[in-house]
């Protein structure tokens, strides 16, 4: 730089900025990519949704393939009335039902405003498998 010129005559230096989020964790640089694959499935999968309200919905899943997956399922969602925001309602209670008696069923409520419980439950062949309660505060 020529000591003549004036300091204010030179263009600003562009700050450089960190990233706003951070580049994230390590685990997870390669997501944004593996997210455009296509993933593998060998078989046809039918899946029809339909609200019965603006609060219950009913599933059927039909899934024709060589895994154990394989069958039909029957599934039901109700939210409930107690919105929290535009998006969130409690409480929600879910379940899906195969026709060999295996049962999933799920309930979140929201106790208070800081507080969310959740109760998870499987019953296979017609005896409770497990049970799960957790809290969120």
């Known amino acids: 730089m020529d000591p003549s010129e004036n300091v204010a005559d030179l263009p600003p230096i562009p700050e450089s900025r960190p990233y ?3 580049p994230g964790a390590i685990e ?3 997501n944004k990519a593996h997210d455009i694959f296509p993933v593998p499935f060998s ?3 039918l899946l029809i949704n339909k609200g019965l309200s603006p609060h219950f919905q009913v599933s059927h899943s039909l899934t024709l393939s060589s895994s154990e997956s394989a069958g039909y ?3 039901a969602t109700y939210a409930g009335h107690n919105k929290v925001s535009e998006s969130e ?3 929600v209670l879910m379940g899906e039902l ?5 049962l999933q069923a799920q ?4 106790i208070s405003p800081l507080c969310r419980a959740r109760y998870l439950a499987q019953i ?6 497990g049970q799960q309660i957790s809290a969120e505060l």
């Open 98 to 102: 195969q026709p060999n008696g295996q």
């Open 107 to 110: 309930i979140v409520n929201q």
């Open 73 to 75: 399922r029957f599934g």
């Open 124 to 129: 296979q062949k017609c005896q409770m498998a």
């Open 89 to 91: 309602a409690y409480p």
């Open 43 to 45: 078989g046809i999968k």
């Open 20 to 22: 706003d989020d951070g």
């Open 28 to 30: 997870n640089i390669h």
